[in-house]
């Protein structure tokens, strides 16, 4: 193990369209910046080419204001972190080349980063007025690609008990979005007009899937047959009814994915229960999380909302813990698009 008293991680997260990078000393986070890319709003969704050439151009930026910001310099740095996989294979290729290259030349240790681990132990960041979980406790990650539930033993051992057998939970947001002809990203907007509507004005059927397990293609397929029809009937049906069909929407998924995390308790003994990934910014997702504390005796973990969506600081807590116990990568270890948890 490490003892030095300061240890600066460099951390850099490139899985899709957000170039990150932040700086860490010890499990404290002296910058994070993010440079986004607007480039993909026009087409509906992420397109791979467009976001690795957007990140060739971000990337020395960003990680030049983040050292700026936390007032160190290059050379200070005692290790580098970025993100392995998974994600788009173009955008991880940049960050990990860049992650490599400088890590040889300053010549200190590289630790490739499991994407989907650092969302989990993002909630380890040292935070003013934030609980860190003790293990074991259950991790429920939702995101655009990933929809899981994480048995966390350690910040080594994760085992997934849960996960999605088709669509992850952020696309059923944002292709419920589409339908209903919201611009892209659609699942913040269903959040938004949900607050204003009825969560129980247009019942959806819950898919039926054994275990801890979760699907979400068949909800998609029944929320574009209902608009369809309904349309069908009333040109403005949408209109008239947006903030109601999004609040039933939003209700549906949340107690789609209540509903395994009560059976995951019940089945783990384990009734501590942390989220993370994008879709946990959700505000109805968080206040349920919150209700359930009181309403099933659990104690659930939110994350500061800037550590739910992709960014660099989730990366260095993993790069900080690494250290610690010299779990090093080498300069020969590859970006994976997908990746064994």
């Known amino acids: 193990m490490n003892n030095l008293n300061k240890v600066y991680t460099l951390a850099i997260e490139s899985s899709c369209d957000d170039t990150s990078a932040a700086v860490l000393c010890n499990d404290k986070v002296l910058s994070n910046i993010?440079?986004?890319?607007?480039?993909?709003?026009?087409?509906?969704g992420v397109v791979p080419e467009l976001a690795s050439r957007?990140?060739?151009?971000?990337?020395?930026?960003?990680?030049?204001?983040?050292?700026?910001?936390?007032?160190?310099?290059?050379?200070?740095?005692n290790c580098i972190a970025f993100t392995q996989g998974p994600g788009l294979m173009g955008s991880l290729l940049v960050g990990g080349s860049f992650a490599k290259s400088l890590s040889l030349a300053l010549d200190i240790p590289l630790v490739a980063v499991n994407h989907m681990k650092a969302h989990i132990l993002a909630h380890f960041i040292h935070e003013e007025g934030f609980d860190k979980p003790t293990f074991p406790f259950l991790a429920l990650t939702i995101s655009g690609?990933?929809?899981?539930?994480?048995?966390?033993?350690?910040?080594?051992?994760?085992?997934?008990?849960?996960?999605?057998?088709?669509?992850?939970?952020?696309?059923?947001?944002?292709?419920?979005?589409?339908?209903?002809?919201?611009?892209?990203?659609?699942?913040?907007l269903i959040?938004?007009?949900a607050q204003e509507g009825n969560p129980k004005a247009f019942p959806f059927t819950k898919p039926k899937v054994n275990g801890l397990d979760f699907s979400f293609s068949g909800l998609k397929t029944q929320?574009?047959?209902?608009?369809?029809?309904?349309?069908?009937?009333?040109p403005n049906f949408i209109e008239e009814n947006k903030a109601d069909i999004c609040a039933s929407i939003q209700h549906t998924i949340i107690t789609i994915l209540m509903d395994k995390l009560k059976i995951a308790v019940q089945e783990t003994g384990i009734n501590q229960i942390a989220i993370g990934g994008g879709v946990s910014a959700n505000s109805g997702i968080r206040k349920t999380l919150?209700?359930?504390?009181?309403?099933?005796?659990?104690?659930t973990y939110i994350?500061?909302?800037?550590?739910?969506?992709?960014?660099?600081?989730?990366?260095?807590?993993?790069?900080?813990?690494?250290?610690?116990e010299n779990n090093f990568s080498d300069s020969k270890v590859v970006s994976k698009a997908r990746i064994e948890f």
């Open 34 to 44: 993010v440079a986004r890319q607007a480039v993909h709003e026009e087409y509906g």
């Open 54 to 77: 957007a990140h060739q151009q971000n990337i020395v930026p960003v990680i030049d204001v983040a050292l700026k910001k936390a007032g160190i310099n290059k050379t200070d740095l």
């Open 145 to 188: 690609g990933h929809t899981q539930i994480v048995k966390v033993n350690s910040f080594f051992d994760l085992e997934i008990i849960g996960e999605t057998t088709d669509d992850a939970v952020g696309e059923a947001f944002d292709k419920s979005a589409k339908i209903l002809g919201l611009p892209y990203p659609g699942g913040p």
């Open 191 to 193: 959040d938004k007009f």
């Open 223 to 234: 929320i574009l047959y209902f608009i369809q029809k309904n349309v069908a009937q009333n």
């Open 290 to 299: 919150k209700e359930a504390e009181s309403k099933y005796g659990w104690k």
């Open 303 to 324: 994350p500061k909302f800037e550590y739910t969506t992709d960014n660099a600081a989730m990366i260095g807590i993993v790069g900080y813990y690494n250290f610690l």
